[in-house]
């Protein structure tokens, strides 16, 4: 069983910048993918960015964020980061950790664990 929990969402205005964090704790096998999703209100939860267990250059970022978000981890905390730079109104959202063994890392459906959210909005 793995538990997530996410920290560091806020409020920032257009051109600001935020670091969420993960802590997990319990069994994170090295085949899976642990990564960030959003979902706005009335939208789908998207895939933001994702990273390989085994691998710290294995990453995967959704086309909205590729140059101003960074994904990474530090094994020896057990924690998931996410660097979110030139923030813009539309990455206001919920963002939620989640982690699993998956073929497709931006995909919600093959996540097993999730975080409960933190909140993330951006004023023009």
């Known amino acids: 069983q793995v538990q997530l929990v996410e920290s560091g969402g806020g409020s920032v205005q257009a051109g600001g910048s935020l670091r969420l964090s993960c802590a997990a704790s319990?069994?994170?096998?090295?085949?899976?993918?642990m990564g960030w999703f959003r979902q706005a209100p009335g939208k789908e939860r998207e895939g933001v960015a994702a990273i390989y267990i085994s691998s710290y250059y294995r990453t995967h970022y959704a086309d909205s964020v590729k140059g101003r978000f960074a994904i990474s981890r530090d094994s020896g905390k057990n924690t998931l980061y996410l660097q979110m730079n030139s923030l813009k109104p539309e990455d206001t959202a919920m963002y939620y950790c989640?982690?699993?063994?998956?073929?497709?890392?931006?995909?919600?459906?093959?996540?097993?664990?999730w975080g409960q959210g933190t909140q993330v909005t951006v004023s023009s």
């Open positions: 319990g069994v994170i096998y090295s085949s899976y993918y």
């Open positions: 989640a982690a699993g063994r998956t073929l497709s890392p931006l995909t919600v459906r093959d996540y097993n664990y």
